[in-house]
């Protein structure tokens, strides 16, 4: 086989192996291996040949039914892209919390919660909302989650509530849309009420720029 050929057959099963994941990640309850073969159109040695490398890199297990499900390699890997990502996100932020005279944040799923990836608050106001990076709170309520929700369901604009996760305090969340493997968005919260037109305006514009940073 020459070099050109090997290269392909490595790059096809290099983008097997991704398909592989993406499908067992999108699958809640796992998938067999003959279900994996279906979805794939390849036969089930190649699919068990693909399990094999990726559990030993703990990017796979097998459950105690022998379904495929990820592995905690794949939340190593999630974990260090996080800093990537806050980084990523900053200078949108930045404009957003200046803008808007609120903390901004920018908020992502994991494990099933929403939970603050990256947090600024605005330089010129007199007081403004504590928002601790790293703070998790459930998907159903608060601006942040709603409008995760939202993206799941297809909506793009921005979300507003009141009170949900702290008295007293507003919040106008958009999605972030576009960027593979993530759920995320991008919102403000504020002690006094929010103009939704104009902050709703002023988050779209900033969930957008930074689903083109982090694409």
């Known amino acids: 086989m020459d070099t050109a050929a090997r290269a392909g057959e490595t790059a096809q099963t290099l983008d097997r192996g991704l398909r592989l994941l993406h499908l067992v990640a999108d699958a809640p309850g796992g998938l067999t291996v003959t279900e ?27 459950d105690g ?27 949108a932020l930045r404009r ?27 330089s010129w106001t007199s007081f403004h909302v504590a ?13 942040a989650g709603r409008a995760i929700l939202a993206g799941r369901a297809g909506a793009t604009g921005p979300v507003s509530t009141s009170g949900e996760l702290q008295s007293g305090a507003y919040g106008v969340a958009a ?15 504020s002690l006094t009420p929010l103009d939704v037109t104009e902050v709703g305006a002023q988050v779209s514009a900033a969930a957008e720029s930074i689903a083109a940073a982090l694409s």
């Open 65 to 91: 039914e022998g379904r495929l499900r990820l592995g905690a390699g794949v939340l190593h890997l999630a974990r260090r892209a996080q800093p990537l990502l806050a980084e990523g996100a900053l200078p």
């Open 96 to 122: 957003l919390a200046e803008q808007a005279g609120a903390t901004a944040h920018l908020t992502v799923v994991e494990g099933g919660e929403g939970v603050a990836l990256a947090v600024v608050e605005p």
């Open 36 to 62: 994996a073969a279906n979805r794939l159109g390849i036969g089930r040695a190649a699919v068990y040949r693909l399990v094999g490398a990726l559990t030993d890199h703990g990017m796979l297990r097998r």
């Open 175 to 189: 999605p972030v849309l576009g960027v593979p493997g993530l759920e995320a968005s991008v919102g403000v919260v």
């Open 131 to 143: 928002y601790r990076t790293g703070s998790r709170h459930p998907l159903e309520r608060g601006a």
